[in-house]
């Protein structure tokens, strides 16, 4: 989609003229943005980082954006500037966003305003932009794509990160039995902290017998599977019968054994955000904002970097090591 763009004024944005390591993420000006009919300008106060922006920047992505571009899809910030026909947001809103136009890690952000959403006031600014991508990965994964119910139990493999914890918070809220993996003693006190009922150390050798014992023998009913390429064998030998994986994050290829899957009568579903429907969206951010105003949900974040800092934040995302969302601050 074309962008408009000020004549006059300029911001600082991360742009990527080539595809490659985080090098090319370039600290630039770049034109002010305006707004076109359905469309408005987000000042930025903080940038969610995604693990997905990292892939997209190397051009392994499956969306390969034209060069040049600049990345990232979630903004916490203030309403700048309304296009016309514009009747949700006035200037001066509080909002986050789940998808611009002109891209996230810049002073500020186009964006049609149907990916616009109120943030509330107790949500900060660095909160607002870990709920997004996050939150609404979480929430497709758990209802929509995992069918989860009240009552059943939940294995969040990998809950120490942004969708994670978003999952931990998302189902203690909806009356589910909820486990918890993490590598470090802090980001395992974090999940606990946030809602888990029983936490593992998915670096313990008998991490998996832990978890069937915690359910009687009888099996979880459903995971959300942040590394399938390490986890997803290891997954279907803790499903209950009519178990099902949904599987949110994958960085390679797995063998597994299908018979694992037949005498649980068990599901294996993929699923990725961009696939929802703008009804699903709709329906998704409604049931997030209420949350986020009863206080059930809390986005966590775990480190801040300054926007020209993109590759070092980018760098940290991937190593998995940070407890909560890393967010960039212009």
């Known amino acids: 989609m074309e962008v408009n763009i000020s004549e006059d004024t300029s911001m600082k944005a991360i742009r990527i003229h080539q595809f490659g390591g985080p090098e090319v993420l370039k600290y630039e000006d770049l034109l002010d943005p305006i707004p076109g009919p359905g469309q408005v300008v987000v000042k930025v106060r903080a940038i969610g980082i995604n693990p997905f922006e990292t892939y997209m920047r190397e051009g392994k992505y499956a969306i390969k954006p034209p060069l040049p571009f600049t990345p990232g899809v979630d903004v ?3 309403i700048e500037a309304v296009g016309d026909g514009v009747k949700e947001f006035k200037v001066g809103d509080r909002v986050y966003t789940a998808g611009t136009v002109s891209g996230a890690y810049a002073e500020k952000a186009l964006c049609e305003v149907k990916t616009v959403h109120p943030l509330p006031e107790r949500i900060s600014f660095a909160q607002g932009a870990a709920i997004g991508v996050p939150y609404a990965t979480a929430y497709r994964a758990l209802f929509l794509r995992g069918q989860a119910r009240a009552g059943e139990t939940v294995l969040i493999h990998g809950a120490t990160g942004g969708v994670g914890l978003a999952a931990v918070q998302l189902t ?5 039995t909820v486990f918890g993996t993490g590598g470090t003693d802090k980001g395992r006190e974090l999940v606990q902290r946030e ?6 150390d998915h670096h313990a050798p008998d991490y998996l017998r832990q978890i069937m014992d915690a359910t009687g023998g009888e099996g979880v009913n459903l995971i959300i ?20 994986v949904v599987v949110v994050g994958s960085r390679g290829k797995i063998e597994i054994d299908p018979r694992e899957t037949m005498g649980r009568d068990a599901d294996i579903r993929g699923m990725t955000i961009n696939n929802a429907s703008d009804g699903e969206r709709r329906a998704i951010h409604m049931a997030l904002n209420a949350g986020l105003e009863n206080g059930a949900l809390r986005p966590i974040i775990g480190e801040e970097f300054p926007l020209a800092e993109a590759a070092r934040a980018q760098v940290r995302i991937m190593e998995g090591s940070s407890q909560g969302k890393i967010v960039l601050m212009p």
């Open 76 to 78: 916490g910030g203030v």
């Open 225 to 244: 599977e942040m590394l399938a390429n390490e986890n997803l064998a290891k997954d279907l030998s803790l499903l209950s019968r009519n178990g099902r």
């Open 172 to 176: 203690r809220a909806r009356g589910l």
């Open 195 to 200: 809602g888990a009922h029983h936490v593992f």
